[in-house]
């Protein structure tokens, strides 16, 4: 009797024992998660605010209510990624755990900021470095800009008495966002086409990654899906179009941002070539979706006819 007393105490204290190791473990590790988190939100928030303040920092002529401005700004923008990226699910950036999307937008985008920001210092105080951007661009805006092109018509969209090195800069600038934005969205294209985008980082939630979407909106989801990924891919493909036809258009109504700020030229060449590719993005990964979505359909329909009792086996 004693020896299977002394048994049983040890047998509970070895399971208590075990148990509070696991316990404490789990501590451990949903502190690291947290932290991870924390440092990563954090950075993320670092970035974004320094993408914002970027072109004034590169620029030499930026005046002290434009700095605080930016500063302000920089310090929304970072507010607003901290906050998302720190939440356990998103509330507004997409595909936030299906990297690398996040990642080609915020490359392509700061790398079209940084490279017109140096193409501005140039006109200032020009180095080397600044030299072979400004050829670069110049190159590939005289490459692209032939009738009826979207450089064209960033061209066309200047008023009529802008100096020749307004309009030189301007088709240099539009080139260099342009040709970017296109490398950043083919970049996807072939992370979709030949990496197996999402599906290679592991298992794929779709409303976590399209908080935005709403699956009770009415119809069945994948029509839906097809549907907005169709709409974000002509859109996409017009807008670089219509955003110049439409300057143009309202020119004579009203008058437009002077566009010979470098700052202001910075951020609206930035705009009219990302904002497209951004949506085309969006519309091949949503197409991407729904094709998932599609092909797991049909195996469950052909497990359901092959085997009814298993598929309904795996229904419950």
Request: glycine share 6%; aromatic share 8%.
């Amino acid at each position: 009797m004693d020896k299977n007393e002394a048994y049983r105490h040890n047998v509970r204290d070895q399971v208590g024992t075990t148990a509070q190791h696991r316990t404490a473990a789990g501590q451990v590790e949903g502190k690291r998660a947290v932290i991870s988190q924390l440092t990563s939100a954090l950075a993320r928030a670092f970035l974004v605010a320094l993408l914002v303040m970027t072109p004034s920092l590169i620029l030499s002529s930026t005046g002290s209510d434009t700095e605080q401005f930016v500063i302000i700004l920089a310090m929304i923008a970072a507010s607003m990624t901290f906050i998302e990226y720190y939440g356990r699910s998103p509330s507004i950036i997409e595909f936030r755990f299906a990297p690398p999307y996040n990642r080609f937008k915020f490359a392509g985008l700061s790398a079209s900021i940084v490279m017109l920001s140096l193409i501005c210092r140039g006109e200032v105080s020009p180095t080397e470095t600044t030299n072979i951007l400004s050829q670069l661009g110049t190159s590939l805006g005289n490459a692209i800009d032939f009738p009826y092109s979207p450089v064209r018509l960033m061209v066309l969209m200047m008023p009529p008495d802008a100096s020749p090195e307004l309009v030189d800069i301007v088709r240099t600038a539009s080139g260099i966002s342009y040709m970017t934005s296109l490398l950043m969205m083919f970049a996807f294209l072939t992370c979709v086409r030949m990496l197996g985008w999402p599906t290679r980082s592991g298992a794929f939630n779709v409303w976590t990654n399209l908080p935005l979407f709403d699956p009770t909106g009415g119809g069945d989801v994948l029509a839906r899906l097809k549907r907005d990924a169709g709409l974000n891919i002509v859109l996409g493909a017009l807008l670089p179009f219509i955003i110049p036809a439409a300057v143009k258009a309202a020119s004579d109504l009203i008058d437009p941002i002077s566009i010979a700020d470098p700052q202001t030229l910075i951020w609206t060449v930035t705009a009219w070539a990302f904002l497209p590719a951004s949506m085309l993005m969006r519309g091949i990964a949503m197409s991407r979706i729904a094709d998932m979505i599609e092909e797991k359909r049909r195996r469950a329909y052909a497990e359901a006819q092959e085997d009814p009792e298993k598929a309904a086996m795996q229904r419950a």
